[in-house]
Nanobody, 121 residues
């Protein structure tokens, strides 16, 4: 029943911006933390940003602080990641994740299929 659908990825030049969206189905943000992981080629998944409403906590990886902003529309069960000042090292598949914040929760979390972000220099 739980489903996460990402959109907004693409190709952008260094210094540019993208806005990712994640539409969530089958649950409320009151029930699960929600946010984003990314996985670069040959690397392990990395937590980017997430929010836990119940815990009152918002997380940003050090590598994206000051550049990325997480926001949500709880009525629409949609979360966004505004990514500014993108750099080539931001290139990765970005996954929307529910139930794992700021780290995965294997067997209990939910992952979308991902959206590819490529930053050229």
């Amino acid at each position: 029943e739980v489903q996460l659908v990402e959109s907004g990825g693409g190709l952008v030049q260094a210094g540019g911006s993208l806005r990712l969206s994640c539409a969530a189905f089958g649950f409320s943000f009151d029930d699960y933390a929600i946010g984003w992981f990314r996985q670069a080629p040959g690397k392990e998944p990395e937590g980017v940003s997430c929010i836990s409403t119940r815990a009152g906590m918002t997380y940003y990886a050090d590598s994206v602080k000051g550049r990325f902003t997480l926001s949500s529309d709880n009525a629409k069960n949609t979360v966004y990641l505004q990514m500014n000042s993108l750099q080539p090292e931001d290139t990765a598949v970005y996954y929307c994740v529910a139930g794992g914040c700021p780290k995965p929760y294997p067997g209990m979390d939910y992952w979308g299929k991902g959206t590819l972000v490529v930053v050229s220099s």
